[in-house]
């Protein structure tokens, strides 16, 4: 009898810790997957493209997108995955769609791969309101540069008639954004490259803006444009030079490459391609408003040694090896002379960068940037604000330079433009400030 006891009881520990398993098992999950929708501005246009982003410990097993209006449910599309990932995407086209403009409610209904509700998963549905807006913003120019030359820099302002994402300049394919001013115009700096002709350049300067739906405007940006002439310079490389610039900027060259000529081959393509993409990133970090003031101020009681555009040509033993063009304005004073902020703004770089040595770099705001490279040392650090002419360093040799020295740059959009035109204060008149009218700071 005992031992019936004793087999009952295990029995219904048994049973009980089966139930509590299975239990365990059909209800740890009862939560629906986490559902995220990009773009999720609340307007969408014909083109867009809507990225869902499901995610669930169990995996997800299907998704289904579709549009709910008038309290009916119409299916757009869906899918049930073959693997059950804890992290998985789907798009959706609204191409094909057939919406009409104006709004609808977006509903998806995501499922997990638990156990829950008798092996169905459980179901997730997110409802957004959302509106089909197959109108591109409209763009209003107030005011256009006067001309610009070839390696220079100009200014527009503009309008758009609603809430856009972005908007500026397209020169060649690259961006410029516009920056939305209090007024509620845009202003955007934008280059004249170096290396563009006249004649490319007017073919090739766009404006865009994309508003929330995801439409695009882009017209073509009529401005008036002119050739400037830079010098060129042949220069034959002795060994000795080599071999003194090699010892600057070994540690920045390959292992591979062994002899002197190579390295500085390669610290005057490469290194110097990689530095400049640097640059542009550095451009991207920008503040919004014009924090700058007027004419910018250059190095007391300096003297030109190099201009912007140079052309160099370089030749050793009387073949021609490489060329660069040199995109600054170096100035010579005393040694280690104090060097000033050329205007006012915030550091948003302080330290070393391969053939600009020692480099501090000024941001003045909506995409425009002062730099000083080959500096001896910075007396700054990037988050600083400076005010117009305080001392930021001391001029030097380092970096791929020869004899003390600044190279005094300007950054429009992290791309370099002739710094001349910012120590012209008839130019900065002509070309800028009337530009810009109610928008400049008081």
Same mark, same amino acid.
């Given at each position: ?349 302080? %330290? &070393?960068?391969?053939?600009? /040595?020692? #480099? =501090? ?6 995409? +425009?940037?002062? $730099? ?30 020869? %004899? &003390?020295?600044?190279?005094? /740059?300007? #950054? =429009? ?6 710094? +001349?035109?910012? $120590? ?19």
């Amino acid at each position: 009898m005992r031992k019936k006891n004793v087999f009952s009881t295990l029995l219904v520990f048994m049973v009980i810790a089966i139930l509590g398993a299975g239990g365990y098992t059909f209800f740890k999950d009862m939560d629906g997957p986490t559902v995220d929708i990009t773009p999720n501005t609340g307007r969408v246009s014909p083109a867009s493209i809507l990225a869902i982003r499901m995610q669930d410990p169990s995996g997800i097993r299907s998704v289904v997108a579709g549009v709910r209006k008038n309290n009916v449910f119409t299916p757009l599309a869906s899918k049930h995955f073959d693997t059950y990932l804890p992290e998985n995407n789907f798009a959706v086209p609204l191409k094909d769609a057939n919406l009409r403009e104006g709004a609808f409610e977006l509903e998806i209904r995501a499922t997990d791969a638990s156990l829950a509700g008798f092996g169905q998963g459980n179901t997730r549905t997110v409802r957004l309101p959302m509106r089909l807006d197959a109108q591109p913003p409209r763009i209003s120019v107030k005011t256009l540069p006067p001309n610009v030359r070839r390696g220079g820099a100009a200014v527009i302002r503009y309008t758009i008639d609603e809430e856009v994402t972005d908007s500026g300049v397209l020169v060649a394919g690259e961006f410029m954004p516009g920056y939305l001013q209090k007024d509620g115009s845009y202003i955007c700096f934008f280059p004249f490259p170096y290396n563009m002709t006249a004649r490319d350049y007017k073919n090739s300067v766009e404006i865009t803006a994309t508003d929330l739906a995801g439409n695009t405007t882009k017209n073509r940006l009529t401005v008036m444009a002119f050739e400037r002439t830079f010098k060129t310079d042949s220069i034959e490389l002795s060994d000795s030079f080599l071999t003194s610039a090699e010892g600057k900027l070994r540690h920045l060259v390959p292992s591979t490459i062994t002899t002197p000529l190579e390295a500085y081959l390669y610290i005057n393509d490469q290194l110097r391609t990689a530095n400049v993409k640097i640059l542009r990133d550095i451009g991207r970090n920008t503040a919004a408003a014009m924090l700058w003031s007027q004419v910018f101020v250059r190095l007391p009681r300096s003297a030109p040694r190099a201009g912007f555009g140079d052309h160099r040509l370089f030749h050793y033993q009387g073949k021609l090896v490489g060329e660069s063009f040199h995109l600054g304005f170096d100035l010579a004073s005393v040694r280690n002379a104090e060097v000033p902020s050329g205007n006012s703004g915030r550091v948003v770089y302080s %330290g &070393d960068l391969g053939i600009y /040595g020692n #480099l =501090v770099i000024i941001d003045h705001g909506l995409g +425009l940037m002062s $730099l000083y490279s080959h500096l001896n040392d910075a007396l700054v650090k990037s988050g600083d604000v400076v005010q117009k002419g305080q001392i930021i360093g001391h001029t030097g040799s380092t970096g791929l330079a020869f %004899g &003390d020295h600044l190279h005094f /740059g300007i #950054l =429009v959009g992290g791309i370099e433009v002739t710094p +001349l035109e910012w $120590l012209d204060p008839k130019w900065i008149r002509d070309n800028i400030t009337s530009r810009l009218e109610a928008s400049m700071p008081q």
